[in-house]
């Protein structure tokens, strides 16, 4: 390629979730030319990619950069972070349920310094997104799924819920929204709904697979492009003639900025890596939403129809107070023994599990390298089960106990023959909270490290307009930028960032 096509009016790092929406959105002017540097392959024609119900055979998988997490001494140190290799990002990987994020979390992220990004100014933003995002269908209703969804409610007393996106809720069971196409079990994934439909016809798009971005490249203050090597282990220099938008995620972002000398003067110092400038917050905040699980054995199979094996879920709100709920299920047509099986508890051959999720965290994390070599993989110590007073841990173990009441309630109870994991035998607050943290694992929603935060917090990484705060021509777009953790899954949230991102450029149609 010569070199004077190297040169792009922005350049786009990571053509995932976010980066799928910034790329299609700026293309829509025929006079912007952006390219996108995508360390993965294309999706288009990869049935084992674009199958919703095939996500399970992703994991650790050869599009997987599957990253491990540093020792947890109150949690689990077993989980693996799975980040999808591929165009779209974890939209290609993930299981697509789709909420949008609650007006508290929203007005959260204001009151923490992202100022213009309150819940009445982000409305406006879901009802752009391209993806198809329908309740699940009928025909993927699974039986016991709906007994589940009637006995949580008759349970709890929980509204029942068609739609959780059709106004906000503090409580509620249901089945899940999902981004996927339901006739064909198809994804509509961020690369499917923005970036294929236009990926052939715009010649202003440049899309480089299997291409890794290693350092940005900086003049002074100034991001001037980014250093890559391509699949054959060429390596070049991209430069962006406005801007480069980094969209390589809350694992990867992060990990970028500090290969670049973006980043704690003394951790940059103590491995070698020059520092181009001192950013302390890059890195820090790493969320997550940890959750457990409790299993049941059933009578015998289970009906087989589903759109992903986690169709439907529960959200609680246990302290009145709160702001949104405090407590979240994911149901599961399973038996998901990976975490309670390393505990020494075995597999039934048929069986469902649920999953109390944390979706207001409160203990912190932090990614950081460890070595100056962009090859190694960075440092994730997520802390968790950490925060002083406890919530975290308390909250899976509120979720174990309100587990057991639905399951003791008909029509669900019928179905389940036993408790395989904890097991009926374990009662008390401190074996049960033992268990769940054991036992837990992560829903993949990493987020935070590059927080958003007003342009005078010393620790944040953007300002509000997502520009990295101290340098020019670089903005990060991305799970990194969440100042804090949505209630809910975070894809819908990742999207209205990426659309949001567009009008802060201002350079599309
Ligand atoms: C298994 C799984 C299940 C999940 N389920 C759900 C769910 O049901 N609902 C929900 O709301 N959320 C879910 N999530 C979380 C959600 O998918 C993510 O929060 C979101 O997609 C993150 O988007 P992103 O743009 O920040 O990063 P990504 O979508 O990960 O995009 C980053 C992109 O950058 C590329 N990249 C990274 N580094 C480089 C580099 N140095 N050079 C070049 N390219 C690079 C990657 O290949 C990738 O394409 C799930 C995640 C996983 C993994």
């Given at each position: 390629?010569?070199?004077?096509?190297?040169?792009?009016?922005?350049?786009?790092?990571?053509?995932?979730?976010?980066?799928?929406?910034?790329?299609?959105?700026?293309?829509?002017?025929?006079?912007?030319?952006?390219?996108?540097?995508?360390?993965?392959?294309?999706?288009?024609?990869?049935?084992?990619?674009?199958?919703?119900?095939?996500?399970?055979?992703?994991?650790?998988?050869?599009?997987?950069?599957?990253?491990?997490?540093?020792?947890?001494?109150?949690?689990?140190?077993?989980?693996?972070?799975?980040?999808?290799?591929?165009?779209?990002?974890?939209?290609?990987?993930?299981?697509?349920?789709?909420?949008?994020?609650?007006?508290?979390?929203?007005?959260?992220?204001?009151?923490?310094?992202?100022?213009?990004?309150?819940?009445?100014?982000?409305?406006?933003?879901?009802?752009?997104?391209?993806?198809?995002?329908?309740?699940?269908?009928?025909?993927?209703?699974?039986?016991?799924?709906?007994?589940?969804?009637?006995?949580?409610?008759?349970?709890?007393?929980?509204?029942?819920?068609?739609?959780?996106?059709?106004?906000?809720?503090?409580?509620?069971?249901?089945?899940?929204?999902?981004?996927?196409?339901?006739?064909?079990?198809?994804?509509?994934?961020?690369?499917?709904?923005?970036?294929?439909?236009?990926?052939?016809?715009?010649?202003?798009?440049?899309?480089?697979?299997?291409?890794?971005?290693?350092?940005?490249?900086?003049?002074?203050?100034?991001?001037?492009?980014?250093?890559?090597?391509?699949?054959?282990?060429?390596?070049?220099?991209?430069?962006?003639?406005?801007?480069?938008?980094?969209?390589?995620?809350?694992?990867?972002?992060?990990?970028?900025?500090?290969?670049?000398?973006?980043?704690?003067?003394?951790?940059?110092?103590?491995?070698?890596?020059?520092?181009?400038?001192?950013?302390?917050?890059?890195?820090?905040?790493?969320?997550?939403?940890?959750?457990?699980?409790?299993?049941?054995?059933?009578?015998?199979?289970?009906?087989?129809?589903?759109?992903?094996?986690?169709?439907?879920?529960?959200?609680?709100?246990?302290?009145?107070?709160?702001?949104g709920p405090d407590l979240m299920f994911h149901f599961y047509q399973i038996p998901f023994t990976d975490n309670p099986e390393r505990l020494?508890?075995?597999?039934?051959?048929?069986?469902?599990?649920?999953?109390?999720?944390?979706?207001?965290?409160?203990?912190?994390?932090?990614?950081?390298?460890?070595?100056?070599?962009?090859?190694?993989?960075?440092?994730?110590?997520?802390?968790?089960?950490?925060?002083?007073?406890?919530?975290?841990?308390?909250?899976?173990?509120?979720?174990?106990?309100?587990?057991?009441?639905?399951?003791?309630?008909?029509?669900?109870?019928?179905?389940?023959?036993?408790?395989?994991?904890?097991?009926?035998?374990?009662?008390?607050?401190?074996?049960?909270?033992?268990?769940?943290?054991?036992?837990?694992?992560?829903?993949?929603?990493?987020?935070?490290?590059?927080?958003?935060?007003?342009?005078?917090?010393?620790?944040?990484?953007?300002?509000?307009?997502?520009?990295?705060?101290?340098?020019?021509?670089?903005?990060?777009?991305?799970?990194?930028?969440?100042?804090?953790?949505?209630?809910?899954?975070?894809?819908?949230?990742?999207?209205?960032?990426?659309?949001?991102?567009?009008?802060?450029?201002?350079?599309?149609?």
């Amino acid at each position: 390629m010569p070199e004077n096509n190297l040169v792009y009016d922005y350049v786009v790092i990571g053509g995932g979730t976010a980066g799928s929406v910034i790329a299609s959105r700026l293309t829509e002017n025929p006079d912007v030319t952006v390219a996108v540097i995508e360390g993965g392959p294309s999706d288009v024609g990869r049935e084992d990619v674009l199958t919703l119900r095939r996500w399970m055979g992703l994991l650790g998988g050869e599009l997987d950069y599957d990253y491990p997490t540093t020792e947890q001494p109150r949690g689990n140190s077993h989980i693996r972070h799975s980040r999808a290799r591929v165009l779209g990002g974890c939209s290609s990987h993930n299981t697509l349920i789709a909420f949008k994020p609650l007006p508290s979390d929203w007005d959260e992220w204001e009151a923490a310094g992202a100022r213009g990004w309150g819940s009445v100014s982000m409305e406006a933003y879901f009802p752009r997104l391209k993806n198809n995002i329908v309740p699940v269908d009928e025909k993927d209703r699974n039986a016991i799924a709906r007994d589940f969804v009637d006995s949580a409610h008759g349970a709890l007393g929980v509204p029942l819920v068609e739609g959780f996106n059709r106004k906000p809720f503090t409580e509620g069971v249901g089945f899940f929204d999902l981004a996927y196409h339901p006739e064909d079990n198809k994804r509509s994934s961020a690369s499917v709904a923005y970036l294929h439909p236009v990926m052939d016809e715009r010649s202003n798009l440049t899309i480089l697979l299997e291409t890794w971005a290693y350092r940005l490249e900086l003049d002074g203050t100034r991001a001037e492009g980014v250093h890559v090597r391509t699949a054959d282990g060429e390596e070049r220099l991209i430069r962006a003639r406005r801007e480069v938008v980094v969209c390589a995620g809350a694992v990867d972002s992060p990990r970028l900025l500090l290969h670049s000398g973006i980043g704690p003067r003394a951790d940059l110092d103590a491995l070698g890596i020059p520092v181009v400038h001192d950013l302390p917050g890059v890195g820090e905040n790493l969320l997550d939403h940890p959750e457990s699980v409790i299993v049941w054995e059933t009578h015998g199979p289970l009906p087989e129809n589903s759109a992903m094996d986690s169709d439907a879920g529960l959200f609680v709100r246990r302290d009145p107070e709160h702001q949104g709920p405090d407590l979240m299920f994911h149901f599961y047509q399973i038996p998901f023994t990976d975490n309670p099986e390393r505990l020494g508890y075995q597999r039934p051959e048929f069986g469902v599990s649920m999953t109390p999720n944390i979706p207001k965290p409160r203990s912190r994390g932090r990614l950081y390298l460890t070595s100056a070599d962009p090859s190694v993989k960075p440092a994730l110590d997520f802390r968790y089960f950490t925060d002083e007073d406890d919530h975290d841990g308390r909250t899976l173990v509120d979720g174990i106990r309100i587990a057991r009441e639905i399951a003791r309630t008909e029509p669900l109870a019928s179905w389940l023959k036993r408790e395989v994991c904890p097991g009926p035998e374990i009662l008390g607050d401190a074996e049960l909270s033992a268990y769940a943290r054991k036992a837990a694992h992560t829903v993949y929603h990493p987020a935070g490290t590059c927080r958003m935060g007003a342009a005078d917090d010393r620790l944040a990484v953007v300002d509000p307009e997502l520009r990295v705060r101290g340098l020019e021509g670089l903005r990060i777009a991305d799970a990194s930028v969440f100042p804090t953790m949505p209630a809910v899954n975070p894809m819908i949230g990742v999207l209205m960032v990426g659309e949001r991102a567009v009008d802060l450029i201002g350079g599309g149609a």
